[in-house]
């Protein structure tokens, strides 16, 4: 009986070092899986493109080190001493620099069917925007008299309550679509911006959060029942430059990438 017992008491022991061994096994593989991702996360590149982003068509429009490519709206000459700049690989907007010059910031290329991606944040309170079709001519004299913006919104401005100016919206024109949120002050947002034939979408952190199209009576209807109604030009080109909206608040801007559609 006493061996019985014995063999027991020792199975029941292997049982348990077999169960812990294999608990500390897994916890080590999470480990290893979330140190990973942690590492991925930290040691990634920011504006470079793979191989296979090249193949699909991606281009940056911000080679992480210069200006090249932007100019300020109708002001191209000044852009070296305008409140943008490149600071640890983004492009800054030094927006309480009273001694820089001021305006938004606007790709020299224009573009129609296309996917933006880009990266963002604002800083504490920060308010701007993103706008795409700006019509650059001296007969406007700013970026938001043509080109629909995309919101930028930190979390803690007062506006994150209002519909029409939630971060990732048609601003002044849509509520979000679906609601998202952005990321609390201080950590990057995603962005991504998709127009075909006239037709736009919003996504903020993966999330859509604006649909129109420009080309709809529906489009036509809604601008001329909110506050660009006395802006005649508004939101009717489907073909326009880029622009990064300089607007009282600091702002950085990463991994800004490009491709045309068919």
Request: net charge negative; charged share 25%.
């Amino acid at each position: 009986m006493t061996i019985s017992l014995n063999r027991i008491s020792f199975s029941f022991l292997c049982f348990l070092l077999l169960i812990f061994s294999c608990k500390q096994q897994e916890e080590k593989a999470k480990f290893k899986i979330e140190r990973s991702k942690e590492l991925a996360i930290k040691n990634k590149v920011h504006n470079q493109l793979l191989d296979i982003e090249k193949e699909q068509g991606w281009r940056l429009l911000f080679d992480g080190k210069t200006l090249d490519g932007w100019h300020l709206f109708n002001k191209p000459d000044s852009t070296s001493f305008s409140a943008w700049e490149v600071k640890d690989g983004a492009i800054y907007c030094n927006a309480t620099d009273e001694s820089r010059v001021f305006g938004d910031l606007v790709t020299n290329t224009e573009f129609e069917n296309f996917e933006l991606q880009f990266e963002w944040q604002m800083g504490l309170r920060g308010n701007g925007g993103v706008f795409i079709n700006v019509q650059e001519t001296p007969v406007y004299r700013a970026t938001y008299e043509t080109g629909p913006e995309y919101q930028l919104l930190d979390p803690e401005h007062s506006d994150t309550n209002t519909p029409m100016k939630r971060p990732g919206c048609l601003w002044g024109l849509y509520p979000q679509t679906n609601e998202a949120k952005a990321n609390p002050t201080g950590q990057w947002n995603t962005a991504k911006i998709v127009q075909q034939d006239g037709q736009i979408q919003f996504y903020l952190n993966g999330i859509l959060t604006a649909e129109a199209d420009l080309t709809s009576p529906e489009w036509s209807k809604t601008v001329a029942e909110s506050n660009f109604r006395d802006r005649p030009a508004f939101g009717r080109a489907t073909q326009g430059k880029i622009a990064l909206q300089n607007w009282y608040f600091e702002s950085w801007f990463r991994d800004i990438k490009i491709r045309e559609l068919r």
